[in-house]
Nanobody, 127 residues
Framework: QVQLVESGGGLVQAGGSLKLSCAAS????????MGWFRQAPGKERECVSA????????YYTNSVKGRFTSSRDNAKNTVYLQMNSLRPEDTAVYYC????????????????????WGQGTQVTVST
């Protein structure tokens, strides 16, 4: 089992940057593929990014490609989401999620693929 705690959210002006962190407790973090999701008021949750166990395979939803970057440090049990050139439409609660998998290269894009979720961190981008 793993527990996830996100941090790094906040209020930023459009065009600014934030770096979210998701720290995992428990063992064998390297056995988990990770995902970043977001949910804005009145909208469905969407997968923003996903990263494989070894960090070499990543996915980004079209609206964040070229602006967001996922990475992970398995030695620190942490996954990151670097968000640049933020836009007001990026405003949402951001969640990290984990799923154990035997595949080192798979990444998962659906919420139901994940077993563990963090509590979320608010990102607000002002105009």
């Amino acid at each position: 089992q793993v527990q996830l705690v996100e941090s790094g959210g906040g209020l930023v002006q459009a065009g600014g940057s934030l770096k979210l962190s998701c720290a995992a407790s428990g063992r064998a973090f390297e056995m988990y593929a990770m995902g970043w999701f977001r949910q804005a008021p009145g909208k469905e949750r969407e997968c923003v990014s996903a990263i494989s166990r070894n960090g070499e395979s990543t996915y980004y939803t079209n609206s964040v490609k070229g602006r967001f970057t996922s990475s992970r440090d398995n030695a620190k049990n942490t996954v990151y989401l670097q968000m640049n050139s933020l836009r007001p439409e990026d405003t949402a609660v951001y969640y990290c999620a984990a799923r154990a998998t035997p595949s080192v290269t798979s990444r998962f894009l659906k919420g139901y693929d994940y077993n563990y979720w963090g509590q979320g961190t608010q990102v607000t981008v002002s105009t």
